[in-house]
């Protein structure tokens, strides 16, 4: 069974540091693009980056500068390296990947479970 898994959210102060990261586990037979989305109380999903296999980064113009992609495709990780955190960066973050399974082929689009991040004094 293919499994998205986040970990590295939690709380921290405005104008701290948080890096998440992000495994694809299961038998899988390529994994194309990654990316990170966020969903902020009472507000719609939105897309924070996404990151192709070879390397190709897109970003939310408003994150440009403060947040930062990257994956590893041997590990089948990818991460979200979030600088100068303000409160509004307050949100559950989700990893979200284009994959294909074992024996498939046919990619499927794949969700994390989310990982709460806080940015609060």
């Known amino acids: 069974q293919v499994q998205l898994v986040e970990s590295g959210g939690g709380l921290v102060q405005p104008g701290g540091s948080l890096r998440l990261s992000c495994a694809a586990s299961?038998?899988?037979?390529?994994?194309?693009?990654m990316g990170w989305y966020r969903q902020a109380p009472g507000k719609q999903r939105e897309l924070v980056a996404r990151?192709?296999?070879?390397?190709?980064?897109y970003y939310t113009d408003s994150l440009k500068g403060r947040f930062t992609i990257s994956r590893d495709n041997a590990e089948r990780t990818v991460y979200l390296e979030m600088n100068s955190l303000k409160p509004e960066d307050t949100a559950v973050y989700y990893c979200n990947a284009d994959l294909t399974p074992m024996g498939s082929t046919f990619s499927y689009n794949y969700w994390g479970q989310g990982t709460q991040v806080t940015v609060s004094s």
């Open positions: 990151i192709t296999r070879g390397g190709r980064t």
């Open positions: 299961g038998t899988i037979s390529s994994i194309d693009n």
